[in-house]
Each structure stands twice: as C-alpha cells, then as structure tokens.
T-cell receptor, first 114, second 116 residues
C-alpha cells in the first residue's frame, strides 16, 4: 500500500541541539517533497521544497535531504530554539509531477526546551 | 489580499443541513486547493482548481461534496445534507502558478465545521 510515515513519537530536544525529523514513504515516485510547519490552530506554513534530482537543500538553519533510493527525507533544524517548537509535516507529490495533489504525513511534534 | 482568507472561521450546523465554505485566495494565485484536516492528522486532499477549471476532485468523499470557482478567484466548498462524520477543519490553500515546478502552498486559517 502507499503511505507516508513520519516520526510517530514527539521529539523533545534541548535548545541549541540539532533536531532531525524523518519522512519515509512507500510505493510512491514523487517528483518533489515539501516540508511545512504548523502551529496550533493555524494552517501549515511552507518551509522547503526538494526535487527528486536534488540531494540536499538548505535555508538558514534548515536542511532537507532527499534519498529516492531509501525513499526517505530528513529534515534538520540546527541550533534549535524554543520558537522552533511546532508540528512539522512532510508532503509529497504522488504522481511524479503529473498532478498537483499532495499527500501528507501525520506530522511530528517538536518541542525545544530552553 | 495579504493571505488566504476563509469564512466562516467556525460553522456549527445540524445534521442534514447544507453548508457552504468560502475561500478567497491570494490575489493572482492560479491554483486553489481544498483540504480537510482532522486533529493530529495531516491535511487530506479534497480537490483543486487551476483558474476556474476543477482539475482533480478525486478526494471528495462522496457526491454530497462539491466545489466551484466560477471566476477563477473565490471558491466555495459545499456540503449537502451534512453528517456528523463531516465535522473537521476544512482548509483552503493557493499557489501562484500552474506549473508543477512551483508547488509552494499558502494555507488559510481554515473553517472548523461541527455537525451536531
């Protein structure tokens, strides 16, 4: 069956450490994968998009990797801050770029402790 | 507008009533999406439009759900004969281009629908 899995457990880390969140998928061949942040009561906010031919993408303290062989994306937040506490969602395009529909993971809750 | 606007913010209705949820996308955005999100879950795709054309409605749960975007801007998601299982947060998103290379979505704050 087709599915997307993110860290099922909430992640608690100390301020200043690097948070690493995983997104694994099966039976998809996505043209790209995206990461979003969602705060309670708010809609998801776009963070990064990585395409199938890109191994790594960076934006300030954020880094995303995409391994199409392992069918996995890793999302890293370096020098984490309490303000980074939120739920992080991965989403992928299930139809190899042929459609605009996104399939989403359940999200991973991150808490950065001061 | 400055962002994606959805109304109403909250909608409480009785089972069997029809509801219409409105989405006003960011001005100039070509694509508009409707998602449904349950608490603790990721968004679930319902349908999307490029301009006024509905491109994919495969996520609509059944024929009680319909959506339109007649002038390529504001969209309405209509649920007829609501049922309790329809209770959820309904989110609208828009994106700037119709190209598959630019899929950044901007989400609204959503409409929380409660069917009693």
């Amino acid at each position: 069956s087709q599915k997307i899995e993110q860290n099922s457990e909430a992640l608690n880390i100390q301020e200043g450490k690097t948070a690493t969140l995983t997104c694994n998928y099966t039976n998809y061949s996505p043209a790209y994968l995206q990461w979003y942040r969602q705060d309670p009561g708010r809609g998801p906010v776009f963070l990064l998009l990585i395409r199938e031919n890109e191994k790594e993408k960076r934006k300030e303290r954020l880094k995303v990797t995409f391994d199409t062989t392992l069918k996995q994306s890793l999302f890293h937040i370096t020098a984490s801050q309490p303000a980074d506490s939120a739920t992080y969602l991965c989403a992928l395009d299930p139809n190899a770029g042929n459609n605009r529909k996104l399939i989403w993971g359940l999200g991973t809750s991150l808490a950065v402790n001061p | 507008g400055a962002g994606v606007s959805q109304s109403p913010r909250y909608k409480v209705t009785k089972r069997g009533q029809d509801v219409a949820l409105r989405c006003d996308p960011i001005s100039g955005h070509v694509s508009l999406y409707w998602y449904r999100q349950a608490l603790g879950q990721g968004p679930e795709f319902l349908t999307y439009f490029n301009y006024e054309a509905q491109q994919d409605k495969s996520g609509l749960p059944n024929d009680r759900f319909s959506a339109e975007r007649p002038e390529g801007s504001i969209s309405t998601l209509t649920i007829q004969r609501t049922e309790q299982r329809d209770s959820a947060m309904y989110r609208c998103a828009s994106s700037l281009e119709a190209s598959a290379t630019n899929e950044k979505l901007f989400f609204g704050s959503g409409t929380q629908l409660s069917v009693l």
